[in-house]
């Protein structure tokens, strides 16, 4: 079964911090897609990443940083140099490549709380 | 900047009463969801469809419906609202046949049933 663990319910941080939240997933799949989304206080889930099973480079856009480990089944996001902008809810998913009818829907991790203080 | 609108943002509604919460996207996707999200953050999936006349339910047993007679437009509909149905709702899309494409978000439906 697909499950996605985010073990940090919450993280406070001072700004200027570095922070990484970890995501862990379990699936039978080889071929999968791990996401990351972010949730800011208006509500909307907005995508930040996408990574396939078979791209275990990291990735580095502007502040964030992706670093994915099939060996340890985690996918985890830092944030460097922190700003109160950041301070959301960060939700970790998995979906699966093909498998009948819920193909392409998503599994979402619990989500953890990132707030920032100035 | 995805295109897909939920409607209303807010609500809060008698016991008993019937409500539709608006779903509508842009992008031609064919693939829509419904997502509850309880206040502990987590998000369970309630109804999802892949084309017009397609509706299937999630994983988290919901008393909603769902339609889907067009393609942009995924409403979801309480017949009879209950205190336990007081939640956010989110709905997203994502293309069909692309394997792995992320789902896009509206801005959610927070519903609170007094």
């Known amino acids: 079964a697909q499950k996605v663990t985010q073990a940090q319910t919450e993280i406070s941080v001072v700004e200027k911090e570095d922070v990484t939240l970890d995501c862990v997933y379990e699936t039978r799949d080889t071929t999968y897609y791990l996401f990351w989304y972010k949730q800011p206080p208006s509500g909307e889930l907005v995508f930040l990443i996408r990574r396939n099973s078979f791209d275990e480079q990291n990735e580095i856009s502007g502040r964030y940083s992706w670093n994915f480990q099939k060996s340890t089944s985690s996918f985890n996001f830092t944030i460097t140099a922190s700003q109160v902008v950041d301070s959301a809810v960060y939700f970790c998913a998995l979906s699966e490549a093909a498998r009948g009818s819920t193909l392409g829907r998503l599994y979402f991790g619990r989500g953890t709380q990132l707030t920032v203080w100035p | 900047e995805a295109d897909i609108y939920q409607t209303p943002r807010y609500l809060v509604i008698g016991t008993g009463k019937k409500i539709t919460l608006e779903c509508s996207q842009t992008?031609?996707?064919?693939?829509m969801y419904w997502y509850q999200q309880d206040p502990g953050m987590e998000l369970h999936l309630i109804h999802y469809s892949y084309g017009v006349n397609s509706t299937e339910k999630g994983d988290l047993s919901s008393e909603s419906t769902v339609s889907r007679i067009r393609t942009e437009h995924f409403p979801l509909t309480l017949e009879s609202a209950r205190p336990s149905h007081t939640s956010q709702y989110l709905c997203?899309?994502?293309?069909?046949?692309?394997?792995?494409?992320?789902?896009?978000f509206g801005q959610g439906t927070r519903l609170t049933v007094v």
């Open positions: 992008m031609g996707h064919d693939k």
């Open positions: 997203a899309s994502s293309a069909l046949g692309a394997l792995g494409t992320e789902a896009f």
